[in-house]
């Protein structure tokens, strides 16, 4: 007879159920009328409409299985940015090659870094690979090279680092990353998680393709999901050393890529006057909402990315904000997990999305709505 308590039944290995899931964003308002999401820094301008067309002519094939080394998708990255493609592994968003690392490169008993309040899938990975997530601290919200060195041990296997950073926004120039990938131990995996890279203007920026080219031990991660505007489609590339590609070649899903997200992704990369427009417009509106709301009272963290941090007097205020956006069918992210309960991130939207948020944030400032700010 089968037993209904935990000996009768299969157990998760020890550690898994003291993960705390991946939280995302809200989808969804609860007022009535038209909703804007601003809470996924999904892009406004969507996909390119040559990326739409193939995607549509993807449908006539559904039956055949994909390439399962997605070998066109990973030539057109090649030709667009110079790189040998024999070192691009695709995969289901940067998010799957973030695990894929983790789990070939940490096991029980050793420890991976990362930042304070660095991308949160960093630490669940860690964990379910059986290693111990250790926290660098930042300072001003930023990710700090010495910090993270004081954090190596013999025990260190990998090394996370968004740049640009996500919730804040901030990023370490080129000269910083070159200092830690040079001071890393030659055994610690350096991942540079570059999902942001195309929005960066900075003169002193780089997404780290020099280090993956002419490192053993660094890797630099890039996602179709936010400029490209293919989040629903997962779809991220790395460019590593060989052997680790081996290495992530071995445990990673044979199909792990699908016809309709090669293909797609070839249409979107080749799209250069789509990218532009993005850019620009990110440009534009990054600057005006950075102006607009730090004039009504709310700091704001300088970013280069697709999005703002926003700075509330305290958490009752950031959670009292959220609510009246949200009834208003502005949907913004919580950033509470990331240990910043006093702030809220913005995505950069239309303009007609941009406007409302920052008439809305003006309004609840005023302490209308039932709110006081």
Known sequence: MNSFD???RPQPRPGVLAIDPYRPGKSGGTGAGKIHKLSSNETPLGPSPRAKE??????????????????ALREA???????????????????????LLSHAFVGPGDEGICTRHGFSVYRITILAAGGMPVIAQEKNLTADVDEILAEVTPKTKIVFLANPNNPTGTYL?????????????RHVLLVLDAAYAEYVTRNDYSPGLELALTSQNVVMTRTFSKIYGLAGLRIGWCYAPAPICDAINRIR??????????????????DLEHIDKAIAHNETWLDWLTQEIAELGIPVTPSVGNF?????????????????????????????????????????????????????????????????A
């Open 173 to 185: 120039p080129f000269g910083e990353i070159k200092r830690l990938a040079m001071a890393l131990p």
């Open 77 to 99: 990255i090649g030709a667009r940015y110079g790189l040998d493609p024999a070192r691009i592994v695709c995969g289901a968003g940067s998010d799957e090659l973030i695990s």
């Open 6 to 8: 935990g000996a009768g």
């Open 253 to 270: 899903g044979p199909f792990n890529i699908s016809t309709a997200a090669i293909e797609v992704g070839i249409a979107a990369l080749q």
């Open 54 to 71: 193939v995607y549509k002519k993807a449908a006539e094939r559904l039956e055949i299985y994909p390439d399962g080394t997605a070998t």
């Open 308 to 372: 703002l941090l926003l700075h509330f007097k305290d958490p009752a205020q950031a959670q009292a904000a959220d609510a009246f956006l949200t009834s208003r069918g502005l949907i913004l992210r919580a950033v509470d997990v990331y240990e910043l309960p006093q702030c809220l991130r913005l995505s950069v939207g239309t303009e007609e999305a941009n406007r409302l948020v920052v008439a809305a944030l003006a309004e609840f400032m005023r302490g209308e709505g039932g709110l006081s």
